[in-house]
């Protein structure tokens, strides 16, 4: 039991981001949604794929960072890396204007 925690704690600092058309990483941004991933079998199964693009107003440039959280990490531990989720943050040019309603 011990063996199969320590091996699900390796895999804990796992984190992604990519950077959308003109967009740096250095550049500020602004989050606009975080979504929940659901996957199983330490990632073998899971969600169908996600658009950015629904998450992002139509922007050219954007930034998607998907990482497992402190959280993430615990339940994956609790099931043994039956059921495995992530995190994935959609964010826009600080510049970025909301369109109005």
């Known amino acids: 039991m011990g ?5 699900l704690l390796l895999g804990s600092c796992q984190s992604s981001k990519v950077c959308v058309g003109d967009l740096k990483l250095e550049d500020p941004v602004v989050r606009v949604k ?9 990632g073998l ?4 794929r996600i658009k950015a693009t629904d998450y992002t107003n139509g922007m050219n440039s954007y930034m998607v960072k998907n990482y497992r959280s402190f959280v993430d990490c615990i339940v994956g531990g609790v099931t043994m890396g039956i059921y495995t989720p992530t995190t994935t943050e959609f964010y826009l ?3 970025y ?4 309603k």
């Open 97 to 100: 204007k909301k369109p109005r």
């Open 93 to 95: 040019p600080a510049d």
């Open 45 to 48: 199964l899971g969600r169908k």
């Open 3 to 7: 063996v199969v925690m320590f091996c």
């Open 34 to 42: 975080t979504i929940h991933n659901s996957y199983f079998l330490g």
